[in-house]
């Protein structure tokens, strides 16, 4: 993961659906020295893959693109809340 997500681990594995079809999935977890809890599973839809390394590869890619959408909302809202916060020293 890129710098700022180090916090992050991201999975990319398949689950076999048939013949020449695999399941895309992917978990983003915090990481932490004891555990690594989940905050988002996902799968992607409608792909086929020869093979379940490529399918694997392919979740974990999917699940980089959307833990990097999920830090960079989680950024705007600490901005525009930090923004809107109001001075210490204000009394009304």
């Known amino acids: 993961m890129e710098c700022g997500l ?7 594995f ?3 659906e048939g013949r020449g079809k695999w399941a895309c999935c992917f978990e983003i977890r915090l ?4 555990d690594e ?4 599973r996902g799968e ?9 390394l490529a399918a694997a590869e392919a979740a974990r890619e999917a699940g980089e693109r959307e833990a ?8 705007a ?10 001075p210490t020293s204000f009394v009304p």
């Open 31 to 34: 990481a932490t020295q004891s």
């Open 14 to 16: 398949a689950v076999r």
């Open 77 to 86: 809202l600490i901005i525009a809340q930090h923004r809107h916060r109001l």
């Open 68 to 75: 990097r959408l999920r830090v960079e909302s989680l950024k």
């Open 6 to 12: 180090e916090f992050l681990i991201v999975r990319g």
């Open 44 to 52: 992607l839809h409608g792909r086929q893959f020869d093979c379940e």
């Open 37 to 40: 809890p989940l905050l988002y």
